[in-house]
């Protein structure tokens, strides 16, 4: 069984950094894409980036040049660091990959997500 699972969430202080990270598990054969998502109260869940396998990484508009994305392929793990953080950045945090376990097809998974709340 393949899971996803986010920690790092919490309460950041506006201007502040966060770093969130995303461990995945189980019987796994490839991670190629893995992205992190955004969900704000109301709001319609929204990309905040992604990475390919190769290293290549694209930003959504609302965190470009305060955020960086990357992964330990030995770890199998993605991260996620936002820096001069805003409110308009309190969301529930979501990881997702493209991941090929033994046996089975490429398929989505995503991690259950974590709270992260900028407020003073």
């Known amino acids: 069984q393949v899971q996803l699972v986010e920690s790092g969430g919490g309460l950041v202080q506006p201007g502040g950094s966060l770093r969130l990270s995303c461990a995945a598990s189980g019987s796994i054969l490839s991670i190629d894409f893995m992205a992190w998502y955004r969900q704000a109260p109301g709001k319609q869940r929204e990309l905040v980036g992604f990475?390919?396998?190769?290293?290549?990484?694209n930003y959504g508009d609302s965190v470009k040049g305060r955020a960086t994305i990357s992964r330990d392929n030995a770890k199998r793990t993605l991260y996620l660091q936002i820096d001069s953080l805003k409110s308009e950045d309190t969301a529930v945090y979501y990881c997702?990959?493209?991941?090929?376990?033994?046996?089975?097809?490429?398929?989505?998974?995503w991690g259950q997500g974590t709270q992260v709340t900028v407020s003073s």
């Open positions: 990475i390919l396998s190769d290293d290549n990484t």
């Open positions: 997702n990959a493209m991941i090929r376990a033994y046996g089975g097809p490429l398929k989505k998974y």
